[in-house]
């Protein structure tokens, strides 16, 4: 009986409208009918059903404690064994994890994704690549306000608001300075398709050495 190799486990991150989920979703597409999957750090947002709706709507969610590490450390650990998991779902609406979960199959590629997946250094170790997606300020605010008012109704006034108070000093406090523990840093996101395509035949050259 032929033993399993390891499943690869590649972390993607960047700024908020860096890009870093259309470097993950080109490098899931150009994998599509392989063994892959997507684990995105936005559904490990702690659970706040202990706190009132008042308090949730406090919730700093740019901030490494607004995230149950742990488990998504625990998810990626039983990904890696083979085994399948139970993703959590968050409920934004509520401001607190769904009752609902995601039954995760395990793949032999694994694309982690979300702002501060190399914050924590137990979650870094279980990366064999590391990418981090380095967008200027000025296109990431630009992009952050269409996404915010075209898909979440947003007022301009109120996403701007939110990324001078919370958004842009969490980014560079806890995102920026995660960028040293990179393998690879690809400036301009999902446009930039020699860095994708370079991303690829790493990808690739591993999978054919195992």
């Given amino acids: 009986m032929s033993i399993k190799k390891k499943p690869i486990v590649i972390g993607v991150t960047g700024g908020s409208g860096s890009g870093k989920t259309s470097v993950s979703q080109a490098v899931f597409n150009h994998f599509s009918g392989h063994s892959i999957l997507m684990l995105e750090q936005d559904y490990y947002y702690k659970d706040q059903s ?85 967008t200027d300020d000025d296109i990431r605010i630009i992009r952050r306000i269409k996404r915010d008012i075209e898909e979440r109704g947003r007022t301009l006034d109120s996403v701007i608001d939110q990324y001078l108070t919370v958004v842009k000093p969490m980014h560079n406090q806890f995102v920026e300075p995660t960028k040293r523990y990179a393998d690879i840093i690809i400036p301009e996101g999902g446009r930039n398709q020699v860095a994708v395509d370079l991303m690829t035949t790493k990808i690739h050259s591993i999978l054919e050495k195992r």
């Fill in 50 to 134: 202990h706190l009132s709706f008042e308090e949730r709507l406090k919730t700093n969610y740019d901030h490494p404690f607004a995230f149950d590490t742990d488990l998504l450390i625990e998810h990626v650990k039983e990904l890696l064994q083979y085994q399948t998991i139970q993703k959590p779902v968050y409920d934004y609406a509520r401001h607190t994890r769904s009752k609902e979960v995601i039954i995760q199959e395990p793949k032999e590629v694994i694309i982690l994704e979300g702002i501060l997946i190399l914050d924590h250094p137990d979650l870094r170790d279980l990366m064999d690549i590391k990418v981090y997606v380095d």
